[in-house]
C-alpha cells in the first residue's frame, strides 16, 4: 500500500527499539513484537538502557504492581521552574497523592455524570462535519475530524474557552513532540516548552474560583480539596491523554473497517463492541514507560532498581496466549484488552471514550453514502508509543 510516509529525526530514530527503526515498521509493529515475544517476554535493550515488556500476562502484571513499577516522575526534583507545574499531574504521580487526586476526580468521570455530555458530543460532531464538508466532497480525516472533534469534546468538558483551544491544541504537540520517554530512557522536555501552558492554567483555575461556571474546573475548585496547582496540571493531562488517543482511536477505527471492507457493513454491528476491537486491534498507547521501585523479579528476569521498564500494551493485545489468532479483526470479539490499561494508573478517560467514539462515527456515517480513503497521501504517525496516523484524506459522497 503506497502510503506517504514521514522521514524520522535521526535523534528519535536512535531512541527506538532497532526493529522499529523505520516508518514501515512503526505503522506495523505487530510482526516485531512476535518475534520478541517468542524470543523471550522480558528482555534488556542495551542500545536504549530499558527493559522491554511483550506478554499479555506480564504487561498487565506490571501495570498492576504500581508499588514496584511506578511511573517515571516528569521532573527529577521539585525546583521552581513551570515544567514542575505539571508534576501533580495523576500522569507523573505515585503513591498516596496520586491516589489521593485520583479518589477526588473519579466521582466526575462515572457514565451517570458524562451522560450530560452526549448532546454536546452530538452537536460538536454535527458542525465539524459542516465545516470539514462545506463546499468540498474531500477532507483530512486526521486534521479536519478527528482531531478538532474530540479536542473540542474534552476543552468544553474541561472548561476551555473556544478561544483558546487552537492555543492548547499547539502546547499538547510541543509537549508530545519532545517526550520520547514512553520508548526509551530519555526525558527530552525542558522548562522553555511549557512555560506559557503553566501559566495560562494558572490563571484559569484563578479565574473560576473568583468567578465558577459549569464546568470541570470550576466544579474542582468549589467542590473538592484538591490545590490549584492539582487542578490546573491535571486538566492539562485530560487534554493531553484524551486528545491525541480519541484521535487515534477515530482514524484507526476507519483505517480498520476500510481494510476489512466492512465500512458499508458496520451498520451489522454493534458499534461500541466494534470499538473494543479496534482498541485491541491497534491501541493507540502501544507502551507505557515505568520505573523499577526496587529490584522487582518480572518472569524469568531479575530488574535492578531505578530500571527503566517499557510495558508494550500493543504487544500484550495481539498474544495469542489471551486471543485466540490474535491478528485477526474480529468485530464481535470484545475482547479484555489493555489499551485502557490496568491498576492504580489505568485510564480515568474511558467512560468519555467509550461514549463519545461511537456517537461521533455513528454521526459521521448517518451521514455518507461513501467515503474513500485517498492512501497514497496517507500518512501513518512516526512513533513506536503510539498508532495512529497524521493525515488521511478522504472523498466523500454524502447521501
Ligand atoms: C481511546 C482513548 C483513550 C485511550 C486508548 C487511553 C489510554 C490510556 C492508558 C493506556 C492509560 C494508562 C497509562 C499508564 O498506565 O501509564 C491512560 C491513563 C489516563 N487517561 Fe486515558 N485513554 C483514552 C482516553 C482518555 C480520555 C478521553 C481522557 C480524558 C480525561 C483520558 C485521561 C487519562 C488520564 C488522566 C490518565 C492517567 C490516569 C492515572 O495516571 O491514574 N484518557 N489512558
Same mark, same amino acid.
Given at each position: ?167 492548547? &491544541?499547539?502546547? /499538547?504537540?510541543?509537549?508530545? +513532540?519532545?517526550?520520547?520517554? %514512553? *520508548?526509551? !530512557?530519555?526525558?527530552? $522536555?525542558? #522548562? ?61 477505527? &476507519?483505517?480498520? /473497517?476500510?481494510?476489512?471492507? +466492512?465500512?458499508?457493513?458496520? %451498520? *451489522?454491528? !454493534?458499534?461500541?463492541? $466494534?470499538? #473494543? ?123
Amino acid at each position: 500500500m503506497g502510503f506517504n510516509f514521514k522521514t524520522i529525526d535521526t535523534e528519535i530514530a536512535n531512541s527506538l527499539p532497532k526493529g522499529l527503526r523505520s516508518n514501515e515498521a512503526l505503522h506495523d509493529p505487530f510482526e516485531w513484537y512476535h518475534n520478541k515475544r517468542n524470543t523471550a517476554p522480558v528482555q534488556y535493550d542495551p542500545s536504549r538502557g530499558v527493559y522491554d515488556v511483550f506478554s499479555y500476562e506480564l504487561v498487565k502484571k506490571s501495570l498492576q504492581d504500581g508499588e514496584n513499577l511506578v511511573r517515571p516522575e516528569l521532573t527529577q526534583e521539585e525546583i521552581d521552574d513551570p515544567l514542575s507545574y505539571f508534576d501533580a499531574g495523576m500522569v507523573w504521580s505515585n503513591g498516596s497523592d496520586h491516589k489521593q487526586v485520583k479518589g477526588e476526580m473519579f466521582q466526575y468521570f462515572t457514565p451517570r455524570i458524562l451522560n450530560g455530555i452526549e448532546e454536546s458530543i452530538l452537536s460538536i460532531t454535527k458542525a465539524q462535519l459542516d465545516t470539514a464538508m462545506s463546499d468540498t466532497n474531500e477532507f483530512d480525516f486526521v486534521e479536519d475530524f478527528a482531531v478538532p472533534i474530540p479536542l473540542r469534546v474534552i476543552m468544553d468538558f474541561i472548561g476551555i474557552p473556544q478561544a483558546d483551544h487552537e492555543r492548547l &491544541l499547539q502546547w /499538547l504537540e510541543t509537549f508530545r +513532540s519532545v517526550m520520547t520517554s %514512553e *520508548d526509551s !530512557d530519555e526525558m527530552s $522536555l525542558t #522548562e522553555g516548552h511549557m512555560t506559557g501552558a503553566a501559566q495560562y492554567f494558572e490563571n484559569i483555575v484563578a479565574e473560576r474560583r473568583a468567578n465558577p461556571q459549569n464546568d470541570l474546573i470550576s466544579q474542582l475548585v468549589t467542590e473538592t480539596t484538591l490545590t490549584p496547582k492539582q487542578i490546573g496540571s491535571n486538566c492539562f493531562d485530560f487534554a493531553l491523554a484524551g486528545q491525541g488517543t480519541m484521535s487515534e482511536l477515530l482514524t484507526n477505527a &476507519l483505517y480498520i /473497517l476500510d481494510q476489512q471492507s +466492512s465500512i458499508s457493513e458496520f %451498520e *451489522d454491528h !454493534d458499534l461500541s463492541v $466494534l470499538l #473494543e476491537e479496534v482498541l485491541r486491534y491497534r491501541s493507540p498507547l502501544q507502551a507505557r514507560a515505568r520505573r523499577a521501585a526496587s529490584q522487582i523479579k518480572l518472569g524469568k528476569s531479575t530488574i535492578p532498581v531505578d530500571s527503566t521498564v517499557i510495558l508494550w500494551i500493543g504487544a500484550a493485545n495481539r498474544d495469542p496466549d489471551q486471543f485466540t489468532d490474535p491478528d485477526s479483526f474480529n468485530p464481535h470479539r470484545d475482547p479484555n484488552h489493555l489499551a485502557f490499561g490496568s491498576g492504580s494508573h489505568n485510564c480515568i478517560g474511558a467512560p468519555i471514550a467509550r461514549l463519545e467514539a461511537p456517537i461521533i462515527l455513528q454521526t459521521l456515517f448517518d451521514r455518507l453514502a461513501r467515503l474513500d480513503i485517498d492512501y497514497e497521501r496517507v500518512v501513518p504517525k512516526p512513533k513506536a508509543s503510539k498508532l495512529g496516523f497524521d493525515r488521511m484524506p478522504v472523498q466523500i459522497v454524502e447521501k
